[in-house]
């Protein structure tokens, strides 16, 4: 079993830059492969960033190379560092755990096992 807690979001210009963070507890949280996922208001959640077990991250392509992922096993917790935030960043922000790859090849796992709360995200123009 993992719990999940997301902090950090907020309100923001176009431009700035906020960091996620998810706070994870259960004993196979070293060993799991874990994401973040964000869902705008009439849209389906999507994959934003994921990060393996040996280290390996992967971003979906309306991310790469403004958001970064990166996690902290002494403290059990995953980032999601996010710049230059454009205003079709505004979602709500999932972190996402499971004991499988989350992500083969370009497409994104739809049966993730452990979901944090989410954290609100604004981006305003």
């Known amino acids: 079993q993992v719990q999940l807690v997301e902090s950090g979001g907020g309100s923001v210009q176009a431009g700035g830059s906020l960091r996620l963070s998810c706070a994870a507890s259960?004993?196979?949280?070293?060993?799991?492969?874990m994401a973040w996922y964000r869902q705008a208001p009439g849209k389906e959640r999507e994959g934003v960033a994921t990060i393996e077990p040996d280290g390996y991250t992967a971003y979906a392509d309306s991310v790469k190379g403004r958001f970064t992922i990166s996690k902290d096993n002494a403290v059990n917790t995953l980032y999601l560092q996010m710049n230059t935030l454009k205003p079709e960043d505004t979602a709500m922000y999932y972190c996402?755990?499971?004991?499988?790859?989350?992500?083969?090849?370009?497409?994104?796992?739809?049966?993730?096992?452990?979901w944090g709360q989410g954290t609100q995200v604004t981006v305003s123009s």
């Open positions: 996402a755990a499971d004991p499988m790859r989350i992500r083969y090849g370009s497409a994104w796992s739809t049966s993730i096992r452990y």
């Open positions: 259960g004993d196979t949280y070293s060993g799991v492969y």
